[in-house]
């Protein structure tokens, strides 16, 4: 099935380009490997490279910078590894303040880098079950 009509939810609210790439890593992955949940991690894994989660939806890296945003994602499928859930590990502490800022987490001043993650991740968890119950 062409990826896109698998779009998932979070990708619909999504821009073009991040739909785009998406679509074309879910549509080469089903090709290669067929249908079904590979092809999906094969497409997160390459939105993730330019892209991040941000509440229900996904925006373009922090200076368009490319590259893995997770321990899983810059590691061979054997080998595993930790998700970040679409957050970018590798962005500076300045940029998860304003997201942390822009998706209203308290007490995120006093907070460290791996705090600030961890916050974004369950904010971004939550708005996106909110938006998918509206």
Known sequence: MPGRQELPSTLERSSQEAQRTW???HDSAVDQYGEGER???VAYGALK??????GDHWERKEGGRKGPSDPR???PRQQGGRSGEGVDEQATKEHLYA???RLDIEGRSRMSKPELLDAIRKANRSRTREARTS
């Open 49 to 54: 490279h330019t892209h991040e989660k941000v």
């Open 73 to 75: 994602s810059a590691r």
């Open 99 to 101: 997201l942390a800022r």
């Open 23 to 25: 679509i074309k890593a």
């Open 39 to 41: 092809a999906h991690r």
